[in-house]
Every structure is written in structure tokens, then in C-alpha cells.
């Protein structure tokens, strides 16, 4: 079965946003380089240094997305489709009515994050599973249910914003480094967590 | 030129020490963990990130309250052996230790202790060695012309923040080198000036 990764850039101070949800800073690496990335199924297309390129590409390969409804809606619903076209998950206490439907191409879960994450793992076989947005993230991780934590950690400051790290309990959580990759405008991290 | 830079070892949740710091407890709980890349988890490369801070520096400035947790178990000789300036509002003659390590207590502010630091350190670098308040002045104030910051991969879960309450506008930062070895990241960052 595959593993349950997050992924998010970050900012030295530990913000994956501003207050207000923005990301440009963090994300601006998306935007820094020569070679063209284009997402699986989205208008998007990045454009990143080399090494990144390699990266960014793998961080594709997921089976399924769990993204929580606060992503989920600043993204505003990524167009009504996932970005990468795989099997969507959104964790929420109640369905919006926009989205809601049997032909809707999002599968909303409404009985907490251990359950979307079942069912994300069973939709996508032997291919990892995505965990998007801080507070899913989180859950996942206080569940036992993450196995590895990516990070991009911009070379920024913000000052203040939304956390990746914050009220954590049942600590200390011991990680594992997998391994660190330098890139001109972005430091990546990947670590394991250790169960 | 000498340079002046920061030097902290942190958790990836951001935190330098764990939860509950005080005199007796100075890293917090369960925070010498934070350091085991410098003991128990060693290896060569940190080895050598360790003695290249050591002899590149030539004179420390740390803030009131680390120097109070950190006193004791400093012990004599401190491992330092070069001048200290501990930063403070108490007028304290200079204490000197066995070992080369003297502590000076600079109540002029952060500009008065860097100045004393620069002109002990001669051709080395100074080295803000801490807290995490300290740091965050000195950066502030635009006179930390570089962050090294040992990422240790555990989530603490509380502690004292390295960013916290901290306007960040107009600060840049360009990476200069990242080192990895199994118990820590070595992250060496250069403050951009504009």
C-alpha cells in the first residue's frame, strides 16, 4: 500500500502562508527557472531550475489527494478538478452544495481525516497518497497516519501566518532524514516519519 | 573582514529549546536533543562543521537569559575559551574562567556588545550564539551578515521559538551552502542587504 506523504513549501519561520492564505513567497521557486513543468492535468506549468524540475515531476506520481476544505477553498476548488487528475478526497464537516452531486469530481468526507485517508489510500493501489493544507497535514500526522514529510523551504521570513507546525501534541515526534537536495532558490527536505 | 553570524541548532517545528526552560533546565525538556549532533550522534562531517565554527570565531555575544540557564552546566573551564559578551541590563564586572573563556557584561545594548565582540575577535568572526531574542535583535537591526541554523529532524512540540513575534519586512536571505549528515542539516544562510 503506498505511503501518506505531505508536501508544502515553507518559510524559514515555519509558515506554509501568509495570514491572509497567500503563498507567493514560498512558492515563488515554482517560478525561478528555465525548465518548463507542466502539472499532470492543470493549466499549470511551472517553470523551475533543473534540479527541481526532477522533484517537482516526482511529486506528481500520487494516487490520490486528501486536501482539507480550508485548501481546498482557497484553491476554489482548483477549477473543479484536481490538479493532478487523480481521485480527490476533501476532508469537511459539510458538503458544498456547488460541488455536491454524484457526477462531482471531488469525493467529500465528512467522517474525519482517518477515514479520507483510508479511502484515498484504497483508491490509489500502490501509488503514494498526497496530504495537502496544514490542519490535514497535522491530523495525519498526530494519527500516526503520515509516513514522510517534503518540504521546499524557501530562503524567506514572513514574520507571521498559517503554521505547518503548531499546537502539536504527543511530542516529540522523532523523523528520519531521507535525504536534502539544494536548489538555486529552494532548500528540499524529505524526512521520514519515524513510528 | 569579520563577519558576524548567527549560530543556533533547531527542531524542524522551529523550537531551540523544549518546553519548560529555566535554570536547572536549560535546553527544556528533552531539548539536549537538539545537540546529540554535537555528542552522542556525531559523526565526521558534523565534526567538522563544529570545528570550523570554533575556529572561525574569535569572540561570542549571548543574551542575559541563555547566559543564566547556561552558566552551570558551562561549568569552568566554559567550552567557549574566547571572550564572551552577554548582553544585559546588569551592570556585572567581567568574570574570567579558566581556559580562555571570559564573560563580559555589556549593558550599552546590542551595538555596544557587538562593538566589544568585533574588536576581541580581531580578524574572526563574532559569533551570536543565542538566545533566540538575541538573534532576532541583532537581525532586526540588520548586523547578522549570516545564519547558520542546525535543523535537528524531531518535532518538539513547544519550547522557545527561534521566529516568533518577529517583523520580517525588508529581510532577505540567499542560502549558501546546506550540509547533511544523519543527525542534523546544516543550513549556512548569508543576510542579503539591500
Given at each position: 500500500m503506498g505511503k501518506v506523504i505531505v508536501e508544502m513549501s515553507i518559510s524559514l519561520d515555519g509558515f506554509i502562508a501568509r495570514p491572509d492564505g497567500s503563498t507567493d513567497e514560498v512558492h515563488a521557486w515554482y517560478n525561478q527557472g528555465d525548465v518548463e513543468v507542466k502539472m499532470p492535468n492543470n493549466a499549470l506549468t511551472f517553470k523551475v531550475d533543473p534540479v527541481s524540475a526532477e522533484i517537482v515531476r516526482a511529486s506528481?506520481?500520487?494516487?490520490?489527494?486528501?486536501?482539507?476544505?480550508?485548501?481546498?477553498?482557497?484553491?476554489?476548488?482548483?477549477?473543479?478538478?484536481?490538479?493532478?487528475?487523480?481521485?480527490?478526497?476533501?476532508?469537511?464537516?459539510?458538503?458544498?452544495?456547488?460541488?455536491?452531486?454524484?457526477?462531482?469530481?471531488?469525493?467529500?468526507v465528512t467522517d474525519g481525516v482517518a477515514s479520507a485517508v483510508a479511502q484515498a489510500k484504497a483508491a490509489a493501489g500502490d501509488k503514494p497518497v498526497g496530504v495537502a493544507g496544514a490542519?490535514?497535514?497535522?491530523?495525519?500526522?498526530?494519527?500516526?497516519?503520515?509516513?514522510?514529510?517534503?518540504?521546499?523551504?524557501?530562503?524567506?521570513?514572513l514574520g507571521e501566518g498559517i503554521r505547518l507546525f503548531d499546537q502539536l501534541e504527543k511530542t516529540p515526534i522523532e523523523l528520519e532524514q531521507i535525504r536534502v537536495v539544494q536548489a538555486p532558490h529552494v532548500t528540499h527536505l524529505f524526512f521520514r516519519v519515524v513510528k | 573582514?569579520?563577519?558576524?553570524?548567527?549560530?543556533?541548532?533547531?527542531?524542524?517545528?522551529?523550537f531551540i529549546?523544549?518546553?519548560?526552560?529555566?535554570?536547572?533546565?536549560?535546553?527544556?525538556?528533552?531539548?539536549?536533543?537538539?545537540?546529540?549532533?554535537?555528542?552522542?550522534?556525531?559523526?565526521?562531517?558534523?565534526?567538522?562543521?563544529e570545528a570550523e565554527i570554533i575556529t572561525s570565531t574569535g569572540a561570542v555575544v549571548l543574551g542575559k537569559g541563555m547566559f543564566d540557564v547556561?552558566?552551570?552546566?558551562?561549568?569552568?573551564?566554559?567550552?567557549?575559551?574566547?571572550?564572551?559578551?552577554?548582553?544585559?541590563?546588569?551592570?556585572?564586572?567581567?568574570?574570567?574562567?579558566?581556559?580562555?573563556?571570559?564573560?563580559?557584561?555589556?549593558?550599552?545594548g546590542i551595538e555596544a556588545a557587538l562593538e566589544l565582540a568585533r574588536a576581541a575577535a580581531g580578524d574572526k568572526n563574532v559569533g551570536i550564539w543565542g538566545g533566540a531574542d538575541i538573534i532576532r535583535q541583532y537581525l532586526k537591526a540588520g548586523?547578522?551578515?549570516?545564519?547558520?541554523?542546525?535543523l535537528v529532524p524531531i518535532l518538539l512540540g513547544g519550547g522557545v521559538r527561534l521566529f516568533e513575534d518577529f517583523d520580517a519586512a525588508g529581510i532577505q536571505l540567499r542560502r549558501?551552502?546546506?550540509v547533511e549528515t544523519p543527525s542534523a542539516t546544516h543550513l549556512h544562510f548569508e543576510v542579503v542587504r539591500k
Open positions: 506528481f506520481q500520487l494516487g490520490a489527494n486528501v486536501t482539507g476544505r480550508r485548501t481546498f477553498d482557497d484553491a476554489e476548488a482548483w477549477g473543479g478538478e484536481d490538479p493532478m487528475g487523480i481521485p480527490s478526497f476533501i476532508v469537511t464537516h459539510d458538503v458544498p452544495a456547488e460541488w455536491a452531486g454524484k457526477d462531482s469530481p471531488f469525493i467529500f490542519d490535514i497535514a497535522r491530523q495525519c500526522l498526530q494519527l500516526g497516519l503520515l509516513d514522510e514529510i517534503q518540504l521546499h523551504l524557501a530562503p524567506v521570513l | 573582514m569579520s563577519k558576524v553570524i548567527s549560530e543556533i541548532s533547531m527542531s524542524l517545528d522551529g529549546t523544549g518546553p519548560n526552560v529555566g535554570v536547572g533546565n536549560g535546553l527544556g525538556d528533552g531539548g539536549e536533543r537538539l545537540h546529540d549532533w554535537r555528542f552522542d550522534a556525531k559523526t565526521a562531517a558534523d565534526a567538522a562543521i547556561g552558566f552551570e552546566p558551562w561549568g569552568d573551564p566554559p567550552p567557549f575559551r574566547m571572550p564572551v559578551f552577554v548582553v544585559t541590563h546588569e551592570a556585572r564586572p567581567p568574570l574570567p574562567m579558566q581556559g580562555g573563556t571570559t564573560y563580559n557584561f555589556v549593558t550599552g548586523l547578522l551578515d549570516e545564519m547558520q541554523i542546525h549558501k551552502n546546506s
